[in-house]
């Protein structure tokens, strides 16, 4: 197991802001027991907080990014939850994920900072792994009917368009459509603290897989 070095145990402080209220969303959303995927799992905070408060449900993060995947190994040896796995080198684009059959897979502030293009293998790649009536959730910033719900989230989507023109804040009704197209039922958006959403999608019974 990584040495848990305090020099590779990332921390975020939105992390630290946001994870108790989505924790508070996680368990309404998702089920006692299962497999949980969480995609771009990022320092690792998120990780620990929700396989700690829910230990039913047996955690695996993933991250594309090396430095991200240490900081996740390094928290895992730190806190030594026996319900959260190896972090996985995942890019949802990759055909693989290496993981199969999920009760849920959790994914925050990743479509925005991300090509359109990762939604729409995110939400395909979710269709084909869920287990009947599996949970995607979503968590970040979405404009509502074009319109940005402040301006705070329009001053950062200006700057994530500055860093990459593919990037930006979503419009909530096209991600919606989006998981519509693909098997998935999205719950009434969740408002959360900082001008974010909570989106819970459920996999349809008998939705084709794509």
Known sequence: MTESHPALRQHSPSAERNREPILAVLRDALPATGHVLEIASGTGQHAMCFAGALPGLDWQPSDADTDARASIAAWLAHDALPNVRAPLA?????????VDSLDAVVCINMIHISPWSAAEALF?????RLVEGGVLYLYGPYKRGG???????????????????????????????????????????????????????????GAVQV
């Open 124 to 128: 395909a790649g979710a269709s084909r």
């Open 90 to 98: 995942l890019d949802v684009h990759q055909p693989d994920w290496g």
């Open 147 to 205: 319109a940005h719900t402040s301006p705070s989230n329009d001053a950062f989507d200006q700057q994530l368009r500055s860093r990459d023109p593919a990037w930006g804040v979503r419009d909530m009704e096209a991600v919606i459509a989006l998981g519509a197209s693909v098997g998935f039922v999205c719950d009434e958006p969740i408002a959360m603290p900082a001008n974010n959403f909570s989106l819970v999608f459920r996999k349809r019974p």
